[in-house]
C-alpha cells in the first residue's frame, strides 16, 4: 500500500484501487479508509478510488496533528494527496469528518480539481447558531458538549502525549468509561458503553481498540468540536461544483431538516436514506451503495 508525503514531513497512508475517472473518499471520526472498501469494489473497472487514512487512523496512526485546527490540518493533506498523485478532474466523497473537511477544502484551500462532490450525514455548522439549532446532537448539543468538557477536564490529569494505554489504571479507566460513553452516542451503539462497563477489569485492552487512542490526538479533536465556530454556509452558498448531500433520516447526530437546509443552499441532489442513521454504511449499506453508484456515474 502506497505512502504519500505531507508538508510536514510525515507520511500518510493512502489506499488506490480501480482504474479510470479518480475518486477522493474521505472517512469520518474513528474509521479509516479500509472502511470503504465493500462499497467500491463493484465499481473499480470505471473508477481509481483513492481511500487514504486521514492523519492519526489507521496506516497514519503514527502522525500527530502538527497545527490546533484539525480540519485545516486535514485539508493540507489532502491537497499534499493531490500534488503528489497528479489528481485532476477527480469526484470528492466525504462522510462526516471527512465532509467538515471537503467544506472547510472548499472554503479555505484549492477545491479547483474537484469536479463533483458527495457529502455523507454531516452540518455546514457543528456548534448550533442563533439561527441554526442543526449542529450536532441537535437541541441536545448543550448536553453533549458538557459531556465533552468533562472529558476534556479530566484529560487535565493526564500527560501531554502518549497512548491511554499507558496511564495508571485508575485514570486511564475513568478516562475509557467517559470516552466509551460519548463514542457509543456518536455510534448509535449503546452496548459500547455496556460492554466496557461490564469488561472494565480489561481497561489495557480496550484503550489498544478504540478507534482514537493516543491522549494528543483526543484533545485535539475535543478542542476543535468544542472550540470551534465554523460556519461553513457562507463559504458554500455559490458552491462550485455539482453537488449529492446523502442523509440518514434517523441520525441522531445531525437532524435530517439541517442537512435538507443545506442541500437546497448548495443545489444539491439530496438523497434520504429512510432507515439509516449517522452510519449510513452500517444502517443501509445496499442502499448506500446504490446512491454511491448513482453520484460516481452522474454526468454533471
Known sequence: ?????????ESLHVRILGRGQPVLMLHGLGMQGR??????????RRFQFYLPDLRTA??????????????HNHMQDMEDLVAHFGLQDFLLAGYSLGATTSLHWQAHGDFSPV????HIDQSPCIANQPDWPHGLFGDRQPHFFDQLRELLALLDG?????????????LREAILARLTHILSQVAGRPGLHSAFNATARWSGLWARILPVAELADIRAYLQAYLNGTRDYRSSAANFPV???????ARSPLY??????????????????????????LMSQPLAFTRALGEFLRQER
Open 35 to 44: 472502511d470503504w472498501l465493500p462499497f467500491v469494489v463493484p465499481f473499480l
Open 1 to 9: 500500500m502506497p505512502f504519500f508525503p505531507a508538508r510536514d514531513g
Open 115 to 118: 469536479r463533483r462532490y458527495l
Open 255 to 280: 437532524p435530517a431538516e439541517g442537512q435538507a437546509d443545506f442541500a437546497r443552499l448548495i443545489g444539491a441532489r439530496h438523497v434520504v436514506l429512510p432507515k439509516a442513521g449517522h452510519v449510513p
Open 58 to 71: 489507521g496506516g497514519s496512526s503514527g502522525a500527530r496533528f502538527n497545527q490546533p485546527d484539525v480540519f
Open 158 to 170: 493526564a500527560p501531554d502525549e502518549g497512548p491511554i494505554a499507558g496511564l495508571a489504571s485508575g
Open 242 to 248: 455539482p453537488a449529492t448531500v446523502i442523509t440518514g
